[in-house]
Every structure is written in C-alpha cells, then in structure tokens.
C-alpha cells in the first residue's frame, strides 16, 4: 500500500511521543606590599580609624578579632586584623589576620577589594597558608561578581589539587563546570558535568560525606547544559517537520529531563529544587508548543485542517498536562520551603496562562 504523505507528520509525532514517555586568565599578580589605604570601602567600614586604638600582641588582636568574626561582628572585628596587617606584618598570625580580614570585607558585600586582598595573601612571598582556601575565596568572591572568564583559571587550579582529597577536588570541578556553563561553553561544561555526578555516586558509595547542594547544583546544571542544547533545536525544515530534528530534540529533553528529577531526589536544596520542578514544566509546555506549530502537511483543506489539529491535540494533550502538573506541584511546594527562588511564583505565572489557554482549547473542540 502507498504510504498516505499526509498521514506521515503523525507518525513522526508518535515516535517521539513515545521517546519521550518511555524515558518517564586571571590578570597580573599584585604585589607583597598589603595597601590599607583609606580609599572610600575602607571609610565606609571603619570611618573612625580605630586601629591606632587597638593594643596588645598579635596572639590578643587576632583572639578578639575571631571572637568577633565568630559571632559575625565583622565590622567591629576589621580593626583587629587591620591593626596585625598593618603594624605586624612579620608576625605569625599575619597570614591568618589578612584572610580574615578580607574574609570581613566579602561578608560585607566588597567582593572586589576582597578579591584584591585574597590574591595579595596568595603572592605574599612570606605566605604560610595553605594555597587551596585562598584560591576558594578567590573565586567565590568572582562568581559573586559573575565574572565567571576570570574565576575560570582559578577553579581549574584548585581542581588539580590532588592533595585536598576527593571530596574537595570534585567540589572544584563542579564549580568549574558551572563557571564554564556561564560562558557559554556547554559542550566544556557538559563534559566535566558527566563527570562530577559520576563521582559523586562513587563517593556515596564509599560513605564520604559530600555536600547535597553541590550535588544537585551539578546536576541541575547539566540538566540546564542539556535543556540550552535542547532549546536550539528546530524541528522544521524546509516548511516540512524534519524527523531527524524531532528525535533529536525529544532526546535531549529526555536527558535534561532524568537530570532534573536527578536534582529533585537530593531534597530540598534550594534554588535548584524549585528551579527543576518549574524547568521540567518549561520543557514539556515548549516540546507541546513546538508541535502544535511545527508546520502541517501541504494541500490540506479548511475540514482536513481542523481534523488533523483534533488528532495532533488527542495525541499531545498529555505532554501539556505533564507541564501543569509540574507548574502546581512546584507551587503546593513552595509554602513548605523557607526559600526565596523566583521559580514557584514563575510556575504560577505559566500555569494560569496554560489554564486559559486550555480552556479556551475545549471551548474550540
């Protein structure tokens, strides 16, 4: 029998229905010398310059600067370790007195002049600390910044770091994968992605501890990773429904999808469970959109129209209930959470217009 051409588009539909539902450089190094000028950050933290106040051996500055620290006093503990950085600089507790110090200014919100006193400890030549947590709050105070080209070397640093262990090492990579996420290198941070959530199930499997959020960031940015790919994706082609582009789109959604649900199974580690729940009901309501306007077969009348829109909606309905599933329960979920992630309220938005939207479709049919 002749294959009907305009029966075709259906089928191809169907297969990928099917898919779907069975799948269910950092810049120059500053110099040693530690600059405490009294630039403008300075005067807004410590307008008085009580520094010269301050008495005592660098053991007693920096015990009453961590009791403050401690207790997240960090403007009232400044003075304390500027008093070390500035006037003993040879002393045992400089090293420790300069990280807490920019560890005040980063609390306060001055990730930049953090992130300058950061590298001078890093290039201090009589440095004792450890390299591993300086870089860490190097690169923290970037990602804040969200520069993330310029935290990129700094993380892969810390990712070849063998001797901090494991744990540590994956932690890094991770975050390196995400940097590079932001970058737009998504193949770099696919890749590296693959790999962290693989060690974080050997490391589970070994009993270490590691941190839930990290592991479902990883996987919510793989997810993302995949969703980015799946989103350029266009299944027409030449005015006609591309089956090879069809299956390759309902793929990657599948992948970004098991990612998501991946996320969803660490609990609730916010943003990135609310962001997997909304994210899963994007990528159904857009897989449902994108073949109720992929475009329909040539010499079709006024009647053969409506009837093949009848039969294309009888077969897709479910994938726009999936999305409106996904919608209310990340709004049933929100109230139980002490979050503050923008995508409950997103879910919101995109649930009533699929309501109206749906309405309006049984009005039609």
């Not at 307008?47 to 403050?68: H, V, Y």
């Not at 897709?316 to 929100?334: G, P």
Request: charged share 25%; aromatic share 10%.
């Amino acid at each position: 029998m002749t294959p009907n051409p305009r029966r075709a588009p259906i089928s191809i539909l169907l297969a990928a229905l099917a898919m779907l539902v069975a799948s269910c450089a950092a810049g120059p190094k500053p110099s040693a010398t530690v600059d405490l000028s009294r630039d403008g950050t300075l005067i807004e933290i410590d307008p008085t310059g009580r520094t010269t106040g301050l008495m005592g051996t660098p053991g007693d500055l920096i015990e009453q600067g961590n009791a403050l620290f401690a207790q997240e006093r960090y403007r009232e503990a400044f003075p304390y370790y500027r008093r070390i950085v500035e006037y003993f600089p040879q002393s045992e507790q400089f090293d420790v007195a300069l990280f807490n110090l920019s560890a005040c200014f980063e609390n306060l919100g001055y990730h930049e002049r953090a992130f300058e006193l950061y590298q001078r400890l890093e290039n201090h030549p009589q440095r004792k600390m450890a390299l591993f947590p300086i870089l860490d709050r190097e690169a923290a105070c970037l990602e804040k910044l969200k520069r993330y080209d310029q935290a990129v070397p700094i993380l892969k640093r810390m990712s070849e770091l063998f001797s901090v262990g494991p744990v540590k090492q994956t932690d890094s990579t991770m975050r390196l994968a995400v940097a590079y996420y932001h970058t737009g290198r998504r193949e770099m941070a696919k890749g590296h992605l693959l790999w962290v959530v693989e060690q974080y199930e050997n490391l589970a499997a070994q009993d270490m501890p590691t941190d839930p959020a990290n592991v479902a960031e990883a996987y919510f940015y793989l997810a993302e990773t995949y969703f980015s790919l799946y989103e350029e994706v266009d299944i027409a082609e030449m005015g006609r429904i591309s089956r090879d582009r069809l299956i390759a789109k309902a793929e990657l959604l599948v992948l970004a999808r098991k990612a998501y649900l991946d996320c969803i199974e660490r609990g609730h580690t916010e943003p990135y469970l609310t962001g997997s729940l909304h994210k899963l009901g994007y990528g159904y309501e857009t897989f449902y959109f994108a073949l109720k306007t992929a475009p329909l077969p040539e010499d079709l009348t006024e009647d053969e129209v409506n009837e093949y829109m009848s039969r294309l909606e009888a077969k897709i309905s479910n994938v726009l209930s999936k999305a409106m599933d996904a919608y209310e329960r990340n709004m049933n979920l929100a109230p139980t959470l002490d979050t503050k992630s923008p995508w409950p309220a997103e879910s919101r938005d995109r649930l009533e217009k699929l309501q109206a939207y749906r309405k309006g479709l049984h009005e039609r049919f």
